[in-house]
């Protein structure tokens, strides 16, 4: 037969010409002495005032690196009516005072003789570390605050047999244990309980972090779950592969983290959030390791530990591998932004463009106050190029008749083959023209996307000057987003003033990651708090009103972020009292011990337990 | 601000330039009259020999109505190696003997207060009828054999209230109760088990079965389960609509049954699977009614119904409703058969055109045998089109090359845009045309893709002349489709030699739904069985081996079948101990009385208990 036909047993193979499975090389784990502990991200990049006054992003690991954003002070002091005055900043007092780690001696010997000295520390500023994520309050609290309760130790184990030995050990000790990816959660996710009595032990899947192959021709990469976004992406690129997940925090996140919270990337629209890329998880729980015995496309059996294990946020076990859809780099990328008179008009256009069948893989629609913010943060520009700024701005205001106090701003990814590109290019310019947009160019697009990532520094770099900062987000249908982001808006500047602070409020929004059925939205929101006693709380109650407000308008409790302890007594609101109560009957019924007790949503809430 | 933005407060709409939710007239609930009761389907559509020896397919339902296919008896002779001798038929027995009822009294009473006599059945029919699905042997026990057990009584809620009350009422007085669709599945589902010693009731979804509202704006229709699949489409294409859901068993199939098995439709390409087109389900369990406060385009906060409720299979509640996922209807259908010389190239080709970014809504490659059988459903032709199809069959073979003894067919369908299908049709020709395709035309894609909904049909009309036949299909990543569909072929016709059986045994299959990372294989098994003792079991034997080489070269249990009964001996093979330990714990958490007691899956095993 094999003569007749010279096909017959052909193997299948990638468009360059590969079958099997490819093997990277291991990289070395997360090095914690470059990161941060008081504030987000890597010790060589953070915004400082330069000797002439002009903000900067130091170290060289963004677009925004070293090019100096002579409007962004500018811009601070306008928005929120404030000072910005760097000989009275309040200066940080980190390290803050740590609690003695209370280590259960036989768990601890257990874990030395399991791990090594090198796999078990006890030391506070890793403990401090692995205590928290990025909530405004946590990073208040390290810097100018308390404290009270931190991980007692933290544990590296090298393997998934290692995880499988600390949770025997945890139950036979009855610990505590937390898992760590990145450290990036902005849910109080990774904040101990305080009434928590047993030993806590942080479980850092640093070393968890290999790639262990890449298939082809199916498209799979089985990848271990402490193994870091960018560092992967970067390995997968190296083969010439892509998950395609961007979210925000891909430098510090983990694969691990991003299945437990739930995570969603930028360029969603291609490539699918972490439910649609990962194909299938294994975990170490109490009740043992969970996993299937094949990867398959799909498959109806019942169980799947994917659907437990996506958003679980550490309360069931420790997540230690998946399988995860990979996709050839894309042929090309291309950025653009287009202007529109007003929001509505933005919108209307995203709306139109996710019905077209050719959404680009990032859509983000800055309002008016985003599109201002993102303005402060230009470099400064001369000569030529501030001559034709000015040009356009002429042209853009006198001459199309856009007003720059409504006018919004919408940056667009478009990622695939040549032909993809196009024809993504051809239904936005002509989706866009229709709505009255207006183009502004690949750069303005490419620089609004790559921001994100250097985004993240703000908030810290402008703490010291007494202003609190954070994000929230929320996910609504189509027909009812511009309504929720105005109301929200109104809100927040409603419950300011009623509070008699100084200055004004902060708060913007995009409008972004188009679904089928509705949009995306993410806010920002600060105030500054000079003078303000308790600004953690005060910050607090707003966005909380916020929520509220979000909650009155159909909108999600979180998008993307999750729950963990900050939004789990909104939990009521947005599922039936049954809902709730199979979340913990399971999580009692497979965690009786609660050894993963880190206490997010509410599934360790004894709360009522009749039938 | 409204007077200088005339666009201001603008409303969204769909392309009709319709907002607001539609709210479409309520039909009128499934009558079990119209319906077969020993066979699939409607009663009016059925296969017989007609007064020239022609095999014809009654009614007018289906594109194959009413068209003789004089080539049909041929082939069954041919392929099983035996005689189609209509006066030498296993005539049926059917109604069976059956088990007398026994009612819980005060269940009865309380189900009669609540739903009154018309809403309450112990007729024997009836419940023969909610106690079987599809299966081979219970079709065959219906017309040949025994009913051992079958449930108690039916009840047929009007509202989600109904439910509600209905398993108050079993929780009070230890009723087990079995919710009931369409009765289509083919895993043994609704058997009811012969050691359930307490009162059965069958919960019919019937009467729940209104599109409660259609969200043109944000492509969301909220459904009651009992809607069936053919109703819901009709209605929803009324107003412009389509979920775009397409099974085999669309006729007879419900929303809450899909949902239950996991189900998958032939255009998934396009419109997803089941998983994908609900957003949001809400169930009534032992502990409440579960279910989210509004729709969302996608929420992290940990607890989500739906992930419970999918595939659940009846074990641990009853759907009430769903909000899914719609589509405009397409602007444009067309079909599409191409021939290629071999396997081979068939699935080189599909698995080309997954990657090309610009796959059909649905694409299926019929391997030979599937081929022919499809060729002996062929109408009887005359004068030009005989002659045309002579000269067809002689270019393919002599100036083309192909072997019909080798050469597969692959129908599809593209759906979309006119600009969308235009790239299908230009990616999907240009691709195969690299792999050796030759196109068939679009009356023989249009044919392939309708036989599907008439297919049920044949099993049951070739039953009587001793032949048992049977589907079961599977899902395999790409690299590993050809080389399973060839050694369950080989097992099949080895286990088929090894008992020595009459004739020859029927193994043929369809690849089919590429996913990204593999396909579905669906396959078609049968046996001549006269004077075979336990014909049932015998086949169930081969069955069971060719599953034991589905799961050895790597594939599925089940791509949309489900486990039901006759699967759930394999899970063992398909997920850990763990994992089946995490099902039979949160199966106890949450309905500690096992009032879901139908016995699928082994979510009612015993097992082992210790963490």
Known sequence: VAEEHPHRHRKLTDAAGRSGRIEPAPVPPRRDAELSNDVWGFKDTGFFINERGEVELSGGRYGLSRAPMPYLIGWVRDTFGCEVTPDKVKASQYPPRLPKPQVHPRFLEDMLELLGEDGVSVDGETRLRHGRGQTQEEIFS????????????????????????????????????????????????????????????????????HILWIDPVNLIARIEAGAIGRVLADQLAEHGFTMGHEPDSIDHSTLGGWIATYASGMKKNRYGNIEELVIDVSAVTPAGRIERRAIVPRESAGADPKRWMLGSEGSLGIITSAAVRIYPLPEETAYEAILFKMLEDGVAFMHALMRSGATPASVRLMDNGMFHFGQALRPVSAGIRKAR???????????????????????????????????QQR??????????????????????????????????????????????????????????????????????????????????????????????????????????????????????????????????????????????????????????????????????????????????????DEA
């Open 427 to 608: 239904a936005a310019y002509a989706i866009a023209q229709r709505h009255g947009g207006m183009r502004a160019g690949a750069s303005s697009g490419e620089r609004g996307y790559q921001l994100t990532f250097a985004i993240a520094y703000i908030r810290d770099f402008i703490m010291p000057y007494y202003i609190l900062a954070e994000s929230f987000e929320t996910s609504v249908c189509w027909d009812r987003a511009v309504e929720l982001r105005e109301n929200v808006i109104r809100r927040v500047k409603a419950e300011h003033a009623a509070r008699k602070l100084p200055g004004k409020p902060l708060i913007m929004a995009r409008i972004q990651k188009p679904y089928h059925t509705g949009v995306a939205i993410y806010f920002y929101c600060g105030i500054y708090y000079q003078g303000v006693s308790d600004p953690v709380q005060v910050y607090m109650d707003i966005e909380n009103a916020a929520r509220e407000e979000i909650l009155r308008c159909g909108g999600a409790l979180s998008h993307h972020h999750g729950v963990g302890k900050i939004r789990r007594g909104y939990l009521p609101q947005v599922m039936s009292k049954a809902t709730l109560e199979w979340t913990r009957r399971i999580k009692r019924a497979v965690d009786g011990q609660n050894i993963f007790g880190c206490g997010n949503q509410q599934v360790d809430d004894p709360g009522s």
């Open 142 to 209: 390290i810097r100018y605050g308390e404290i009270t309760r931190m991980p007692d130790l933290v544990v590296y184990p090298n393997s998934e047999g290692d995880v499988e030995r600390i949770v025997e050990a945890a139950i036979q000790h009855d610990v505590c244990l937390i898992p760590y990816g990145g450290g990036t959660n902005v849910t109080d996710a990774l904040r101990c309980p305080v009434e928590e009595k047993r030993t806590i032990a942080s479980v850092d899947l640093a070393r968890l972090n």
């Open 389 to 423: 700024g000015r040009l356009e701005r002429w042209i853009l205001t006198k001459v199309r008749g856009f007003d720059l106090d409504t006018l919004v701003g919408c940056t667009l990814v478009f990622e695939g083959t040549r032909a993809e590109v196009r024809a």
